[in-house]
């Protein structure tokens, strides 16, 4: 008590000192302490001079107890007592005046290229396969991004570590950013094509995919205690997944000229390269007080969520919808370098095992994504973005450098497509009847086709109703709280069940707010088959 | 590549910065062989990124930054450009640090 007093009025006298100084968070501190060192050197206090003791913000309540005030179901600390958690550092301190002058620096760069944009002809020139990658980032990421402030906001107030909130506050205004300014850019863009108009509608809908979306964010952000925040999204989602949509699209946005998108996702990802190491030490701190086997769980459950998240949106994307020529790397070559090489190694260090499905989830870079794909496209309809099919002959040669037998799996299946395309039938080239949808991804299940067909249901039974997952990490996700997951509907659940009248395609994009002119078709307008038609014509 | 050799991945120490395009890369660069003596530098420029590595631990210094970039520079200024980083960070006033406790 007498130290949290001590504590208390040191703290002020620190924050006085900070006043005095006149640091309103746009002054560049640093920068004249550099240019004229001898002049304010006196004036000014180095960070950590004085961080640990503003820092120190717990207290002992006297109106309420300890248990109501910080109560476990929101903290999430798991029994963890309050004085083992006084040991969490986070590495990448920062202050308020140097938060705000580094932000307006990054924004300054973000925004300036408005004008630019205004004036790009980027859009106008770009391949209709790469604006559906905007399109489709925009509407799956803009709105999640609120859901990762609100999951930052409680950080910030059930952190059971003062530098937990600390930095969370942070993070809680690195997230409305990104969400702003992913909304911003989509917007600019409505008046030349209305899908862009889903960057912000498609979390205001039934669409499936963004069903998806939603599904995994309550799961990893909204409906989380602070630990499991801190975790879950924080370490798990943002030092490991996010990297694989920011920056390894960013360099393929390079590659393709749309420097703006490139920028723009780079530089939200400076945001989460800090904030994201709230999980580390939270971590250490569950580990030394007995809750490794906890937080083992909490990371593999976010892995295997994320993983699904990444591989429908980003691997299409790369493998597919990026112009050929423009392709870095493949969406496996990312997947090894961010979350093998990197995510997974610090995972490790962290003393941390690698997740019970590693082996598994390896073996699904090499076919998962291109399974989505074909999902995507043949329902096509049913996105709020033009898919690009992604499969010329050109195409289909790297397809199958990149991951050899391609042409002999999922080539076969879009075999049956081309050869309807080329014999102008397109109308046998859209759906007929309902995939089975997985009830913890929310996406169809499906793996591979053609003469290595592996397409499997997992099932479960629980308390009388039966669930379909696409693997058994799914299964096994859902297995660990099925209390959590066991009421919620798949898209075709709630079709089955009659909640989607008339029970056809109309009424199932009307369901979805799919209204005419955004109801997704081939992003080529099916002018790649015209390579096929020609090779056929010569062959006969 | 097979799957086991894929899986096997995550066996290294490699520890660095990876910046967004801009103009501290080359000098970042230029520090990073300063400031780590006798360890190999790779830099993998994926023209949006640059990965910089090395085994281990690479330490960054302000004064050294501010040398190689020919301006006053506060450490906190990396943030601007440091769109990820390999291994874990200790940051200061005064120097950066990418390490890894273990060694696999």
């Not at chain 1, 640093?30 to 304010?40: C, F, L, R, T, V």
Request: a negative charge; glycine letters at 8%.
């Amino acid at each position: 008590m007498l130290q949290s007093k001590i504590r208390q009025r040191r703290m002020a006298v620190a924050f006085i000192l900070l006043i005095e100084r006149g640091d309103d968070g746009s002054s560049q501190i640093g920068a004249e302490k550099n240019d004229k060192p001898e002049e304010h050197a006196m004036a000014l206090l180095d960070r950590s001079e004085w961080y640990d003791l503003a820092r120190s913000t717990n207290w002992t309540p006297t109106f309420v107890t300890d248990e109501d005030l910080f109560p476990d179901v929101m903290t999430g600390a798991q029994g963890v007592p309050a004085e083992k958690w006084e040991v969490y550092d986070e590495p990448y301190k920062t202050s308020f005046p140097e938060y705000v002058s580094i932000q307006r620096e990054k924004d300054a760069g973000a925004y300036s290229v408005k004008a630019a944009l205004q004036r790009s002809r980027i859009f106008d020139d770009a391949d209709p396969g790469w604006r559906s990658i905007l399109k489709s980032h925009y509407g799956a990421i803009a709105l999640g991004e609120y859901a990762a402030m609100s999951a930052e906001a409680r950080m910030a107030r059930f952190g059971r570590a003062p530098g937990m909130r600390n930095m969370a506050t942070f993070g809680m205004m690195d997230e409305n950013r990104h969400a702003q300014l992913q909304l911003f850019f989509p917007h600019e863009y409505c008046p030349k094509d209305r899908q862009f108009d889903w960057g912000h509608k498609a979390y205001h809908t039934n669409e499936w995919a963004a069903i998806a979306a939603r599904h995994a964010f309550d799961d990893l952000f909204m409906a989380r205690s602070a630990t499991d925040i801190a975790v879950m999204l924080t370490f798990a989602f943002e030092t490991g997944f996010t990297n694989m949509q920011f920056l390894g699209l960013a360099a393929d946005a390079a590659e393709a000229g749309d420097y703006t998108f490139s920028s723009l996702i780079s530089s939200i990802q400076t945001d989460e390269s800090r904030h994201a190491q709230i999980g580390g030490p939270a971590l250490q701190v569950l580990i030394a007080n007995g809750r490794k086997a906890e937080a083992q769980k909490l990371v593999d459950v976010a892995i295997g969520r994320a993983w699904r998240i990444f591989c429908i949106l980003t691997g299409p994307s790369m493998d597919y919808n990026t112009p050929l020529a423009h392709r870095k790397q493949s969406f496996k070559e990312f997947m090894q370098e961010w979350i093998v090489g990197q995510f997974e190694r610090a995972l490790i260090d962290l003393g941390l095992d690698l997740p019970w499905y590693w082996d598994k989830m390896i073996a699904e870079f090499d076919y998962q994504h291109h399974a989505y794909q074909m999902g995507l496209w043949f329902w096509r309809p049913t996105l709020w973005w033009n898919p690009a099919a992604g499969v010329t002959p050109d195409c289909r040669d790297w397809l199958e450098e990149k991951y050899p037998g391609w042409n002999d799996t999922f080539g076969k299946a879009w075999d049956v497509i081309i050869d309807n395309l080329a014999a102008g039938h397109p109308e046998r080239t859209f759906p007929q009847t309902l995939p089975i949808v997985c009830n913890m991804s929310q996406i169809p299940i499906c793996a591979v086709p053609g003469n290595r067909w592996n397409v499997k249901d997992y099932p479960l039974d629980y308390e009388g109703r039966l669930y379909h997952f696409n693997s058994e990490i799914d299964r096994w996700i859902f297995e660990q709280e099925p209390q959590r997951y066991r009421g919620h509907m798949t898209v075709v659940d709630r079709f089955l069940a009659g909640q989607i009248q008339p029970a056809d395609l109309s009424g199932a994009l009307a369901y979805m707010g799919l209204q005419p002119g955004e109801s997704g078709d081939d992003a080529h307008g099916y002018a790649w088959v015209e390579a096929y038609r020609n090779r056929r014509m010569a062959a006969e | 590549m097979t799957t086991g050799t894929v899986a096997d991945g995550y066996r290294n120490n490699r520890v660095g910065p990876i910046l967004r395009a801009g103009p501290l890369t080359a000098g970042i660069i230029e520090a990073a062989e300063e400031d780590n003596p006798g360890k190999t530098i790779r830099v993998d420029d994926k023209i949006a990124y640059v990965r910089i590595d090395t085994e281990g631990e690479m330490i960054l210094r302000r004064t050294t930054l501010e040398r190689t970039l020919g301006r006053a520079f506060r450490m906190q200024e990396l943030e601007v450009s440091l769109g990820s980083f390999a291994g874990r960070i200790e940051m200061t006033e005064d120097m950066v640090r990418f390490y890894y406790e273990k060694t696999l």
